[in-house]
C-alpha cells in the first residue's frame, strides 16, 4: 500500500545509547519531514528536507541528526538518547508543488529509560 | 504565548450533536488552514484545508476561517461515535519552499452512543 513507512513502531533505549528511526514513502513526495508529538505541546518540527541531499532544522533540532540520500527515504538519528526524548515520532510526506496535506506514518513509540 | 493556541478538552458530546472545535493564532502571516483528525495510536490524517475566509463545506464537516479574528473552526454535524479522536488544526505561511505547518496541540473528542 501506497504511504509512509516508519520502523520500528515501538522502542526502549538506555540513556546514553543511539539509535535511527526509519522512515520510507513510495509517492514520489520531495518533502519530508519528522515530528514529535508530546502531551499539551502538539506536533513540534524536528527536522525536514526539501528533496535528496537538502535537509534543514525545524523547531526541536537538537539532540537528532538527518540525512536524506535518496527521495524514498528519510532517516532520524538520535545521537545520545535523553529521558526528555521520550515521545512519539512521527515522519510525514508531501508534494513539493501542488496538494496540501501531509501524508504521515503510523508512528514509533519511544521511552528513554 | 504559543503561535497557535487550541483548547485541548477532553470534549464529550452525545451522538448526534453539533460540534464546534476553535484555534486561535497571532501570526497574520498564516494564510492556509488545515485540520487533521488523528485516531488513537495513529498517525493524523488530512480531513480539510482551505485557504480564505468564510466556509467550506464537506459533507458532515465544515472550516470556517476568519482572518480578521484570526480564529479558525471545525463544526461536525450529526456526530458519530467514529468521529472520536483528537482534532489538530494547522497553519501554514505561504513563503518559500519549505512547507512548514504549524500545529495546534489538539482537542480530544469524544462521541458517546
Known amino acids: 500500500n501506497a504511504g509512509v513507512t516508519q520502523t520500528p513502531k515501538f522502542q526502549v533505549l538506555k540513556t546514553g545509547q543511539s539509535m535511527t528511526l526509519q522512515c520510507a514513502q513510495d509517492m514520489n513526495h520531495e518533502y519530508m519531514s519528522w515530528y514529535r508529538q508530546d502531551p499539551g505541546m502538539g506536533l513540534r518540527l524536528i527536522h525536514y528536507s526539501v528533496g535528496a541531499g537538502i535537509t534543514d532544522q525545524g523547531e526541536v533540532p537538537n539532540g537528532y541528526n538527518v540525512s536524506r540520500s535518496t527521495t524514498e527515504d528519510f532517516p532520524l538519528r538520535l545521537l545520545s538518547a535523553a529521558p526528555s526524548q521520550t515521545s512519539v515520532y512521527f515522519c510525514?510526506?508531501?508534494?513539493?508543488?501542488?496538494?496540501?496535506?501531509?501524508?504521515f506514518g503510523s508512528g514509533t513509540r519511544l521511552t528513554v529509560v | 504565548q504559543k503561535e497557535v493556541e487550541q483548547d485541548p478538552g477532553p470534549l464529550s458530546v452525545p451522538e448526534g450533536a453539533i460540534v464546534s472545535l476553535n484555534c486561535t493564532y497571532s501570526n497574520s502571516a498564516f494564510q492556509y488552514f488545515m485540520w487533521y483528525r488523528q485516531y488513537s495510536r495513529k498517525g493524523p490524517e488530512l480531513l480539510m484545508y482551505?485557504?480564505?475566509?468564510g466556509n467550506k463545506e464537506d459533507g458532515r464537516f465544515t472550516a470556517q476561517v476568519d482572518k480578521s479574528s484570526k480564529y479558525i473552526s471545525l463544526f461536525i454535524r450529526d456526530s458519530q461515535p467514529s468521529d472520536s479522536a483528537t482534532y489538530l488544526c494547522a497553519l501554514r505561511i505561504s513563503s518559500g519552499s519549505a512547507r512548514q505547518l504549524t500545529f495546534g496541540s489538539g482537542t480530544q473528542l469524544t462521541v458517546l452512543p
Open positions: 482551505t485557504y480564505s475566509s
Open positions: 510525514a510526506s508531501s508534494e513539493q508543488g501542488g496538494g496540501w496535506g501531509y501524508t
